[in-house]
C-alpha cells in the first residue's frame, strides 16, 4: 500500500475536527514534519487561528515513533487529550492503518495517592500517621475538601487532580498527595499495584503520543533521572513559556517554617544528639531571617553563610542518621521516614546550594504576606536561588539526541527568532560551531487580516509614566475609551496594584459599566462572566496577558496601562540584565525589551481570536511612540493598522460598539 501523503493526512484530520485548511497550518505541518525527518531543531511562529496543534500532530502520528508533547496550561493539555488526538487518531486510521495510543503523564504529585488516602498522613509532633478525615471539622472548608476528594477516590479511574470538578485547596490536596521524594516506590507500597502514577507512566510507556507539561519536562531535564519515556521526537506548544516554567523548577527555596518541619519530622527518627543538631542549626537560621531585608544577595553575609553551612551539615548528619536507625514502634515507619528524608534531602540541598555560591546562581531575601485560597500560603521570610539563565542547560538537555519542535503565536520578538533562541540555548539562526545545535526559525503567518481588524492606538499625549506614581490622566484616558467601546474590555496591567486603584476609581465614574478585578473570583469565574456580559471590563495582571480566550463582542478594546518592563528590583531578571552588560552586551534590550515584548505580543494577541473579532488595543505609555525601543516591541505585535489620534480611536471604537449592538439585538 502506499504511504498516504502529509496533503491528505492533514485533509482528513481537518475535517474530522470541523475545520478548513489554512496555508499556515499547511507550511507547518510540512516544517514540522521535515524536522522530524531529519532530526533537526525547528521554531514555529504561529498565529492565532492557524490550527497548530493539528500542525504538529499530523506529522508527529504519521512518524510512527513516540513523540512527547509539553505544554504550559492545562486548558491545552485537557484540548489536546479529550478532543484533538482521539478524533485525529479515528480520522487517521483508515489511511495509516493504525490507531496510535495516546497518554497524558504528569508529576507524581498530581496524583491521588492511595497510601495517603487509607494509612493517613505522617505527622510533625507525633509518632506515626494521623487519619487527616477524622482529624479536620467536618463543617470546615479543609473538612468538606477532605470528605469530597474520599469520595472521589472510589468512582475516579485517573487519580489525577485535573479531573476533579471544582477542585480544592492546595491544604487538601496536601493531606493526599505525595511528591516523588516522599513516595515509598511500587515496589515497597501496600498499594503500589493500585497506584495512579504508576498506572500513568505504563500508559506513557505503551503510547505513541505523551502529553506531558513544561514542569515534568524541565524535571526530565534538570535531574537526570528520566520521568518520561524515551523518545525521538519533542514538540513543544506554548514554548514563550518555556523558559520561565524551567526556571520555577529550578528555583530552590528555605523558609524557617519549611526548615522546623523538617526537625519536627525527623526528630522521632534519628539519635538525640543528630537531632539537637539540626534544631540548633535551626534556630540559628531563623533568627537571621527576622533580621534580614529583601532583596538580591550578590554576596552572601558572613553570618548567614555560617548558619546555612551549619544547616547543611546538620541536615546531612540527620540523613545519615535516618538510613542507619529503625524504630518498630512508628506506626507506618517506612512513609514517616520516607517524609521525613525527603524534607531534610531539601533543607540540605538547598543550603549547600546558596552555601556554595554559584556565580551562576541568584540569590534573594524576601518577605511574603499570607495568601488564602487554593493557592494557600502563610506569611513569613524565604530565601530563594534560582539559575542566573537556564539556556546552558537547555542547549545541553534539551537539543540533545532528538528532534526539537518549538511553537507558540509569539516566537518572533523585534522581527526575528534569535531573542527567544537566545532564551533557550541557540546561537543565532544559520550559526555554524562544534557542539551548537542547528535550527530554522518559521513564521507561518496568521489567517487574520490584522491591518482591517485591529487598531494599535498609543496615547502619545499622555504624561510618562512613573514606577508606581499617580496617574491622573491614564484614568481620564481609560475611562473615555470604555465610555467609546460600550464597556467590552479586557484591562492588562503591570501590577495588581495599578490594578485595583483603577478597578475602584472606575466602579465609581462609570458604574454602568461593571469592573471584575481578578483575584475577587477565580480566574474561570472571572473570564465566564466578562464573556457572558459586553458591557462588563475585567482588569487584572499577569495571567491576564496570557490566559484569556473570548472571541467575540464582549472583547473588543484591549488596554495596557504600560510597557510591562521588569521591576528594576526583581532579583533574576536584575541578575540577567547585568551578566549580559558585563559581557559587553546590551542588557536593557536582551532581558528588559525581551521580557516586555513578550508580554505584549501575548497580551496584543487576546484581541482579534476569530475571523470576525474587530477591536483596539491601546497602549496608554507614550514611550511605545517615543522611546528608540519603541520600533523592536512593535515590531513583536501583530500588525494592526497604527495611530496616535484619540479622536480616530474613539470613533472607530463607538463605531464597532454599534455594530456589535446590532448584531446583538438581531440575534435576540
Request: hydrophobic residues 40%.
Amino acid at each position: 500500500m502506499t504511504k498516504p501523503s502529509l496533503p491528505e493526512l492533514l485533509h482528513a484530520a481537518v475535517t474530522a475536527v470541523g475545520g478548513a485548511e489554512r496555508p499556515g497550518q499547511v507550511t507547518m505541518a510540512q516544517a514540522v514534519e521535515q524536522a522530524i525527518d531529519d532530526g533537526s531543531h525547528l521554531l514555529v511562529q504561529a498565529g492565532t487561528g492557524t490550527g497548530k496543534s493539528l500542525g504538529y500532530l499530523v506529522p508527529a502520528l504519521a512518524h510512527g515513533e513516540r513523540v512527547i508533547v509539553a505544554t504550559a496550561t492545562l486548558a491545552l493539555q485537557r484540548q489536546l487529550v479529550e478532543r484533538d488526538l482521539p478524533r485525529t487518531v479515528e480520522a487517521l486510521h483508515p489511511l495509516l492503518r493504525r490507531r496510535p495510543e495516546f497518554a497524558m503523564l504528569k508529576g507524581r504529585s498530581n496524583y491521588l495517592c492511595l497510601h495517603r488516602l487509607h494509612e493517613g498522613v505522617p505527622q510533625d509532633e507525633e509518632e506515626g500517621l494521623f487519619d487527616q478525615f477524622e482529624a479536620a471539622a467536618p463543617t470546615s472548608k479543609l473538612g468538606q475538601d477532605l470528605l469530597r476528594l474520599r469520595d472521589w477516590s472510589q468512582e475516579t479511574e485517573t487519580g489525577d487532580r485535573d479531573d476533579l470538578t471544582p477542585g480544592v485547596s492546595d491544604r487538601a490536596w496536601s493531606q493526599v498527595s505525595v511528591s516523588s521524594r516522599e513516595c515509598l516506590g511500587a515496589s515497597k507500597c501496600a498499594y503500589g499495584a493500585e497506584c495512579f502514577a504508576e498506572m500513568a507512566r505504563e500508559r506513557a510507556k505503551l503510547s505513541e503520543v505523551v502529553v506531558t507539561n513544561h514542569a515534568l519536562l524541565a524535571i526530565d531535564a534538570i535531574e537526570g533521572a528520566p520521568v518520561l519515556p524515551q523518545h525521538e521526537v519533542l514538540i513543544v506548544d506554548e514554548a514563550h513559556e518555556l523558559v520561565s516554567r524551567v526556571t520555577g523548577v529550578a528555583t530552590g527555596e528555605l523558609t524557617p517554617g519549611q526548615v522546623n518541619r523538617a526537625v519536627r519530622r525527623a526528630a522521632k527518627l534519628v539519635n538525640e544528639k543528630a537531632a539537637d543538631q539540626l534544631q540548633t542549626a535551626a534556630e540559628g537560621f531563623e533568627r537571621l531571617m527576622e533580621l534580614a531585608l529583601p532583596g538580591r544577595l550578590d554576596e552572601i553575609p558572613e553570618d548567614l553563610g555560617y548558619a546555612l553551612m551549619a544547616l547543611r551539615d546538620a541536615a546531612r548528619t540527620v540523613i545519615s542518621a535516618i538510613g542507619g536507625t529503625r524504630d518498630r514502634s512508628v506506626q507506618d515507619e517506612d512513609a514517616v521516614r520516607k517524609q521525613a528524608l525527603a524534607s531534610v534531602e531539601t533543607v540540605h540541598d538547598v543550603a549547600e546550594r546558596i552555601s556554595n555560591g554559584s556565580e551562576w546562581d541568584v540569590v534573594w531575601y524576601e518577605r511574603h504576606e499570607p495568601r488564602g485560597g487554593a493557592a494557600y500560603r502563610p506569611s513569613g521570610a524565604s530565601l530563594r536561588v534560582a539559575p542566573m539563565s537556564v539556556s546552558g542547560l537547555l542547549r545541553e538537555k534539551l537539543f540533545a539526541d532528538r528532534s526539537v519542535v518549538l511553537t507558540s503565536a509569539t516566537l518572533k520578538l523585534g522581527g526575528d527568532f534569535n531573542g527567544v533562541g537566545a532564551s533557550l540555548g541557540l546561537a543565532p539562526e544559520g550559526t555554524e560551531g562544534e557542539d551548537l545545535p542547528q535550527w530554522k526559525g518559521v513564521d507561518v503567518g496568521s489567517p487574520f487580516d490584522y491591518p482591517k481588524q485591529g487598531i494599535l492606538y498609543v496615547t502619545k499625549h499622555l504624561a510618562r509614566p512613573a514606577r508606581d506614581g499617580d496617574r491622573a490622566d491614564m484614568l481620564d484616558e481609560l475611562t473615555e475609551l470604555i465610555q467609546a467601546a460600550g464597556g467590552r474590555t479586557l484591562g492588562l496591567f503591570s501590577s495588581f496594584r495599578a490594578a485595583q486603584l483603577a478597578a475602584e476609581e472606575l466602579r465609581v465614574r462609570i458604574p454602568e459599566f461593571p469592573i471584575l478585578l481578578q483575584g475577587e473570583e477565580t480566574l474561570g469565574e472571572l473570564i465566564k462572566n466578562f464573556a457572558a456580559d459586553p458591557k462588563t471590563c475585567l482588569f487584572g495582571t499577569l495571567s491576564l496577558w496570557q490566559g484569556v480566550d473570548v472571541p467575540g463582542p464582549s472583547c473588543q478594546l484591549v488596554v495596557m496601562d504600560k510597557i510591562p518592563f521588569p521591576r528594576p528590583d526583581d532579583p533574576v531578571m536584575s541578575a540577567r540584565q547585568k551578566a549580559v552588560e558585563d559581557a559587553g552586551g546590551n542588557g536593557f534590550m536582551a532581558v528588559a525589551a525581551t521580557h516586555a515584548a513578550l508580554l505584549m505580543a501575548q497580551g496584543a494577541g487576546r484581541l482579534v481570536r476569530a475571523s470576525g473579532d474587530r477591536g483596539v488595543v491601546a497602549v496608554l505609555d507614550q514611550r511605545l511612540a517615543t522611546a528608540r525601543y519603541g520600533s523592536y516591541l512593535k515590531a513583536s505585535l501583530p500588525d494592526f493598522w497604527y495611530t496616535t489620534d484619540p479622536h480616530q480611536v474613539r470613533k472607530s471604537l463607538a463605531a464597532i460598539d454599534k455594530a456589535a449592538q446590532q448584531t446583538e439585538e438581531a440575534s435576540a
